[in-house]
């Protein structure tokens, strides 16, 4: 391959993620008395919102890595932007790494537990790495 011809330089993607942490509203201080108070519960709003959908896809992934049916589950990877981008690492075709971070605190035994689960369904779920090759660029390598 020679690197300065356009047509058969292998490019690839790498995307790096962190997750939100706790975004109760008792966790965040957001009282709702207006101004900021109120972005900020519209943003864990937001926040959870994805993070309840990332949970969905999650699932629906696992139950068809595990039963492995004719007709998969529905995976709802467009109800949310995070998971319309993270379509190819969760369920596509490439490498995924998922480093789960627990707090070594009891206040936050919850999310650590909330976190554990994440990462036990996610490492269930199997991809089938390869090389996505252009048909065009696949006539010239040959």
């Known amino acids: 391959m020679n690197p300065n011809n356009a047509e058969t330089t292998i490019l690839s993607k790498l995307q790096l993620v962190d997750l939100a942490g706790s975004e109760r509203q008792s966790a965040t201080q957001g009282f709702g008395g207006g101004g900021l108070d109120t972005l900020f519960q519209k943003e864990a709003i937001e926040i959870n919102k994805s993070l309840f959908t990332l949970r969905q896809v999650i699932t629906a992934l696992e139950e068809n890595s595990r039963k492995g049916k004719d007709i998969p589950a529905y995976v709802p990877y467009r109800e949310s932007k995070l998971t319309t981008l993270l379509k190819q690492s969760l ?44 048909p065009k660029v696949r006539t010239i390598m040959e």
């Open 91 to 134: 369920g596509g075709n490439s490498y995924t790494l998922m480093v789960a971070c627990l707090a070594p605190i009891d206040l936050y035994c919850d999310e650590n537990i909330s976190t554990l689960q994440y990462a036990a369904r996610a490492s269930t779920i199997s991809n089938a790495p390869m090389i996505n090759v252009d």
